[in-house]
């Protein structure tokens, strides 16, 4: 008998440590970078006080929002099987708000305060220019101006290859050239959400006339397909390449390998960050916003469009100390790295109705987005192999064109497994996609 309830004794032990040991790592457990129970307790906090009505209608307000769903979904969307491929985290914070309001899920203490922060506050413009400028002044000269030098054309023929493909193919299944150019192609080449389509967005209403958010929804869907469809080529790309040792770089893009190397350029991470610096390029980023108000008003592109050439001249003639771009790019990679998610969160709630989005919803719709990606691709294939490059990497960083900004090089390159090829992509979909909102702003405003 005593041996028995020692054993017993034991048995509950074990059993007992095992549950502890479960216990602590639940606790353990981050939601992005916030322990399980912080994270619980800060939601609580927030859906207290947004259902009892007491949430402040201010910043403070509207960032608990969007700053709780935001890390939430955005972890949720990128750790999901099969979703976490095709920048799933962006997916979720982009959608499920939208649906949650359609069903009237969040009450007006919430929409009150997130509408005071993003639209009232203009949270997303000044998002907009931190991502834009921020993201071209911390740009290698080298790559910047060598590598816009060795992509121009597998890009521009990439770019014509989509073009003339999506158009095509819109007309078969019944769109007009104009909705087929302006409001499928345009937005999956612009170069994301956060550095094509909002800024497109702003620029389409300013000379079409409306708010952001009617452009948003229009252009957003187009942006999300053609992300996928990157994907999935990059995948394809990869297995061809096992296949076909003679047309794999294995991750280099440029056959001289000396060449190569000159773009892998390594990002210091020893220096630590000057947050005087950063608050100085918080200036310089607002200072380039406010320029391109002004210049708007002198040339009649929208402010912007000019804020994004001028940033990209500023870069290109060194105008600014090297610290102040240093502190634009540390600022830019702040907000890339903790406001994304929420962002979308915001426009998901505000500038994405559900209804709007289903519209646009259709096989020919899917159809004229898989076209613009894959006639890209193959473009920079064949162009890549003439211009003595790899074809299988010629091909990927052209495909990058179509991904959604930064999130969509990595999961492309993801897919790929050519992490390597990220400067090339940065000029692929930065500048590619400037430029694309550039020029479909120009046309916008001419053929309006």
């Known amino acids: 008998m005593n041996k028995s309830y020692e054993q017993s004794l034991k048995i509950e032990d074990v059993r007992a440590g095992g549950f502890l040991q479960r216990l602590r790592n639940l606790c353990a457990y981050e939601i992005g970078v916030i322990p399980l129970p912080v994270f619980l307790g800060i939601a609580l906090i927030v859906y207290l006080s947004a ?14 929002v969007i700053m709780t769903m935001g890390v939430f979904f955005g972890q949720l969307g990128s750790r ?19 649906i949650l309001v359609f069903y009237g899920f969040f009450g007006p203490a919430t929409i009150d305060a997130t509408k005071m922060l993003m639209k009232e506050a203009n949270f997303l413009y000044f998002v907009i220019a931190s991502l834009v400028v921020g993201s071209i002044l911390g740009m290698s000269r ?25 158009l095509i193919v819109g007309k078969l299944v019944g769109y007009s050239l104009h909705h087929t150019f ?4 345009v937005p999956i080449i612009g170069g994301g959400i956060g550095e094509g389509i909002l800024p497109l967005s702003l620029a389409y209403s300013a000379i079409l006339g409306g708010t952001p958010d009617i452009y948003v929804a229009q252009l957003a869907p187009a942006a999300v397909v053609g992300n996928i469809a990157a994907i999935i080529c990059a995948g394809y790309l990869a297995r061809l390449a096992l296949k076909r040792p003679g047309i794999n770089g294995e991750g280099s893009l440029i056959r001289a390998k000396a060449e190569n190397d000159k773009f892998q350029v390594k990002e210091d991470t020893s220096s630590t960050v000057d947050f005087r610096v950063m608050g100085a390029g918080v200036l310089v980023i607002c ?12 040339v009649g592109i929208p402010g912007p469009v000019m804020m994004i050439l001028a940033a990209v001249l ?18 830019y990679k702040l907000v890339s790295s903790a406001f994304i998610w929420p962002v979308m969160i915001g426009l998901g709630m505000l500038y994405v109705p559900l209804d709007s989005v289903v519209k646009v919803f259709s096989v020919g719709y899917v159809l004229v987005c898989v076209s613009v990606v894959v006639s890209m691709t193959v473009a920079g294939f064949f162009i890549g192999n003439l211009m003595k490059m790899y074809p299988i990497e010629s091909a990927i960083v052209t495909c990058c064109h179509s991904g ?21 992509a940065q000029i692929s979909t930065r500048i590619g996609g400037a430029s694309t909102v550039i020029l479909a702003t120009v046309l916008l405003k001419a053929f309006a």
């Open 142 to 166: 080298f790559i910047l101006v060598q590598g816009m030098l060795r992509m121009f054309i597998p890009l521009l023929v990439g770019t014509l290859a989509a073009v003339a493909s999506g």
């Open 314 to 331: 500023f870069k290109y003639v060194r105008v600014l100390p090297e610290k102040l771009e240093k502190g634009a790019n540390t600022f």
């Open 80 to 98: 999901l099987p099969i979703l976490k491929e095709i920048g799933g985290g962006a997916i979720l914070c982009l959608m499920l708000p939208s």
């Open 404 to 424: 959604l900004g930064g999130t969509g090089d990595v999961a492309i390159l993801s897919a790929s497994n050519r992490m390597s090829l990220m400067p090339f």
């Open 182 to 185: 302006f409001f499928i192609i």
């Open 287 to 298: 200072a380039f916003f406010v320029l391109g108000g002004l210049l708007e008003k002198v």
């Open 51 to 64: 259902h009892l009505g007491y949430l402040p209608k201010n910043m403070i307000g509207g960032l608990a």
